[in-house]
């Protein structure tokens, strides 16, 4: 499934973003989706992961920053809530099903002053 991933943007340091994560008609809640950052240059970093059940994960330089969540009332999309963002955090971020090969067009988040 190709993702399309949205909710990026130009901000400051401290400020937030939310990203999200959709595709028509698939189940999220039962599927295990992560985020990752890709910076020029670099490969991509793992950012967060959220499985079945709700439970979730993050990368330790965002924990207490970033809240993963799955939208309960439609199942339609997740969401990647960024708060306190900060410069490094800048790159273009994606979405992906676990064991899928398949990336979509990620969402820029530029984290600037």
């Known amino acids: 499934v190709k993702f399309v991933e949205s909710g990026g943007g130009l901000v400051r340091p401290g400020g937030s973003l939310r990203l999200s994560c959709a595709a028509p008609g698939f189940a999220f809640s039962e599927a295990i989706i992560s985020w990752y950052r890709q910076v020029p240059g670099q490969a991509r970093q793992w950012v967060a992961t959220?499985?079945?059940?709700?439970?979730?994960?993050y990368t330790d330089s965002v924990k207490g920053r970033f809240t993963l969540y799955r939208d309960v009332a439609t199942n339609a999309a997740v969401y990647l809530q960024m708060d306190n963002l900060k410069h490094e955090e800048t790159g273009v971020y994606y979405c992906?099903?676990?064991?899928?090969?398949?990336w979509g067009e990620g969402t820029q988040v530029t984290v600037s002053l």
């Open positions: 992906q099903e676990y064991g899928s090969k398949t």
């Open positions: 959220i499985v079945p059940g709700g439970d979730t994960r």
